[in-house]
């Protein structure tokens, strides 16, 4: 009897050990797409140009509604270089600015570059609001880190 039984636990421990990691591999697929429940986007402007800034945040909002609203897609707007200038509080463009506000009530994240802001000569305090300082100073190396995180990149 205790001679069964103990076959018994060295098969069972056997098959766990066999199929333990295949029902783990059946189950990866799963785990993966509940990460993957998001299209991760990166707008990159900087243009000085209105019309290309007004252009990339009709795409953002269209984008937004295409992927079946914000909780589908998370998009970062990254803005540099003479674009910057695009965005001051005292000169913007009011079409620009509600464009703006737009997609980042519906959840983009709006950043602009530190090292432009210290070029210019422009604070965020001096900036329409809902930009946050990119997260590494030089923009270009945050679109590269947003995309290694696997952030498709767009430029309009």
């Known amino acids: 009897?205790?001679?069964?039984?103990?076959k018994q636990i060295q098969w069972g421990a056997l098959m766990l050990g066999l199929l333990g990691p295949g029902l783990l591999w059946l189950a990866?697929?799963?785990?993966v797409l509940?990460?993957?429940?998001?299209?991760?986007?990166?707008?990159?402007?900087?243009?000085?140009?209105?019309?290309?800034?007004?252009?990339?945040?009709?795409?953002i909002n269209k984008h937004i509604e295409a992927e079946g609203g914000p909780d589908k897609i998370d998009i970062v707007l990254v803005v540099h270089g003479p674009a910057l200038k695009l965005f001051e509080a005292e000169t913007v463009d009011p079409d620009l600015k509600d464009k703006l506000k737009v997609v980042v009530d519906k959840g983009a994240r709006a950043e602009m570059c530190q090292v432009s802001m210290k070029l210019f000569g422009t604070?965020?305090?001096?900036?329409?609001?809902g930009f946050k300082p990119t997260e590494h100073p030089v923009a270009v190396k945050r679109i590269a880190d947003l995309q290694k995180q696997g952030y498709l990149y767009i430029k309009p």
């Open 1 to 6: 009897m205790i001679i069964r039984l103990k």
């Open 28 to 31: 990866f697929p799963a785990m």
């Open 34 to 59: 509940a990460n993957i429940d998001k299209t991760k986007v990166v707008y990159h402007v900087d243009s000085k140009d209105p019309n290309v800034a007004k252009y990339a945040l009709a795409l």
């Open 123 to 129: 604070p965020l305090e001096k900036l329409v609001g």
